[in-house]
């Protein structure tokens, strides 16, 4: 007989099961043991409640995560590219300090899955002091699993409408290593990206000893696109640190040739996440770049698409798993 009950050779103290299949709880061969037997707590009367979802990738949601976000409801995916430095983290921080701040004109702050994600992120932000501005208001992106994109999780109310959207803090050497040897295996979920911001540091294009060379890159980049992604999604060129001056739409020029010689659609956006240069206020130019970064959802997602039809062809979740899949 096992401790925890009366009844011969029953386990139930060891493995959980009772030999007579009644529940734990409320076997009377049990109970009468754990009568004579005090104290002992009791089963609990109700199960455990569910834990929330573990983010184990620097709190950032893991692409199942974001999938089973994307299978809940319709989400906007934001693929993030750029060399190390480029802003990328910094415009992630920008937005999310102006969602929690009320400081968009036609979005507001309605929920987010990664909020400790985007604390973790934004603390350099948050806590630098007006008179001794930092050098760095972000620290460089290093990913806990560096196999693996994290995908950070904004819901922004715009009126009657809530728009999730899904956009990995991914670190440069990402796109660097896309660039120089093809590596591509942790960017497959840029052919489900409803667009693609190139994201390029402004004053690296202000500065003539410096342009030449980090437009060469954008185009290798654009052409590694075409060759790895399947269809590729509308790409805006985001030129950070607006607020040191604005990029004359000639220095871009040949990126915006190289992408439509491609057939690929291309916009060009100015940022500033921060305005420590004074020239624009913080956070310059964020609300327009999540604006046009919205694709025309249908009302409710079908189930089962029907063939020949633009926008289910490419948003609905079939095609998510196919991908997936195919990866
Ligand atoms: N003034 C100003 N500084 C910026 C802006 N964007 C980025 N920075 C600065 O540039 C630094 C680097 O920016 P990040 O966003 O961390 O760069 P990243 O592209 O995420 O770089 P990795 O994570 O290394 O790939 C930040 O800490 C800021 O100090 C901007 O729009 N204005
Ligand atoms: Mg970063």
């Given at each position: 007989m096992a401790r925890g009950c009366t009844k011969d050779n029953c386990t139930v103290a060891e493995t959980g099961i009772c030999i007579a299949e009644n529940p734990p709880a409320t076997c009377s061969f049990r109970m009468k043991e754990l009568a004579d037997d005090v104290p002992v707590s009791p089963e609990p009367p109700l199960p455990k409640p569910e834990r929330n979802p573990?983010?184990?990738?620097?709190?950032a949601l893991t692409p199942e995560l974001a999938q089973d976000l994307m299978c809940e409801r319709y989400c906007t995916l934001v693929g993030i590219l750029g060399d190390p430095d480029a802003g990328k983290t910094a415009a992630l921080v920008s937005l999310y300090l102006l969602a929690s701040k009320a400081k968009l004109k036609e979005f507001s702050f309605a929920d987010s899955r990664t909020l400790m994600a985007f604390n973790e992120i934004s603390q350099g932000a948050l806590d630098w002091n007006e008179d001794d501005p930092p050098q760095?208001?972000?620290?460089h992106t290093e990913l806990a699993d560096d196999r693996m994109p994290g995908f950070l999780h904004l819901r922004l109310r715009r009126g009657e409408e809530k728009i999730d959207f899904l956009l990995p803090d991914l670190p440069g050497e990402w796109s660097q290593s896309f660039i120089?040897?093809?590596?591509?295996d942790r960017l497959q979920f840029l052919s489900r990206a409803d667009v693609i911001w190139l994201m390029m540091d402004g004053s690296q294009l202000r500065e003539p000893s410096t342009r030449q060379y980090v437009v060469h890159r954008m185009q290798l980049l654009i052409d590694r696109l075409r060759a790895?992604?399947?269809?590729?999604p509308p790409l805006v060129l985001v030129l950070t640190r607006r607020d040191g001056g604005e990029v004359q739409a000639s220095f871009v020029e040949p990126i915006i040739q190289e992408a439509e010689q491609q057939n690929l659609k291309i916009s060009v956006a100015q940022i500033a996440?921060?305005?420590?240069?004074?020239?624009v206020d913080p956070g310059y130019g964020i609300e327009a770049l999540m604006r046009d970064c919205r694709a025309i959802a249908p009302d409710s997602t079908p189930t089962w698409p029907a063939s020949g039809s633009d926008i289910e062809e490419s948003r609905a979740m079939l095609r998510y798993r196919h991908l997936e899949h195919r990866g």
């Open positions: 573990s983010l184990p990738h620097s709190r760095q208001f972000t620290q120089d040897k093809n590596r591509k790895s992604v399947d269809p590729v996440s921060f305005g420590d240069q004074g020239k």
